[in-house]
């Protein structure tokens, strides 16, 4: 059984417990992580405010170039774009591009830019790990996350619940959550 057909069967029922379709969160930073991510000044909120749209842009590439640092992988080109209503960012792994909304870039706080950028860049692992498996220490999760880019659930057509917990977006969003927490109380 591949992960559709066992997410299919839990879409059926409530989805009131939803550990049935957590993905195995098997990353953690450690404080020396933390603390290099940290170093970034251009994140820290009263620095953001004192940043222009494109020095802003500047610390989320560093941002981006030491999570790929930390997870082993190339770093990506960031790119700042006018994107739609409640899009954030996306990322291309045709062209190996992150995109973040401008609007991010003008945001008060820098949190949901780090939060976008942590989340595409997971996005950027994931399909360096399926390219490259040995990157990464679970197997299952990267046959997973393969199986998924073959048979992705977009928001439109299966709905916010479907695409939200399927194995790519789950990780992403979950790591996007935790590089956030990094820069929270800073």
């Known amino acids: 059984m591949n992960w559709v057909s066992g997410f ?38 009263e620095r953001w405010s004192e940043l222009s749209l494109d020095e802003r842009l500047e ?53 949901e830019a780090i939060d976008t950028v942590a989340h595409e860049g997971r996005h950027a692992f994931q399909h360096y790990a399926v390219a490259h498996p040995e990157v990464h220490d679970d197997p299952f999760e990267v046959a997973a996350w393969r199986d998924n880019f073959a048979n992705y659930l977009t928001a439109e057509l299966y709905g916010y619940e479907a695409y939200r917990y399927q194995p790519v977006e789950a990780d992403a969003w979950a790591y996007g959550e935790m590089i956030r927490k990094v820069f929270v109380d800073v």
């Open 8 to 45: 299919e069967g839990a879409l059926g029922r409530e989805l009131d417990d939803r550990s049935e379709l957590e993905v195995t969160r098997g990353f953690e930073l450690s404080e020396v992580e933390s603390d290099y991510l940290r170093q970034i000044e251009g994140l820290s909120p």
């Open 59 to 111: 610390a989320l590439r560093e941002l981006e170039h030491r999570l790929a640092d930390i997870e082993g992988r190339p770093p990506v080109e960031l790119r700042g774009e006018c994107l739609g209503a409640g899009q954030c960012g996306y990322f291309d792994g045709r062209e190996g591009i992150m995109v973040i909304s401008e609007g991010l870039l003008q945001a008060d706080s820098p949190l």
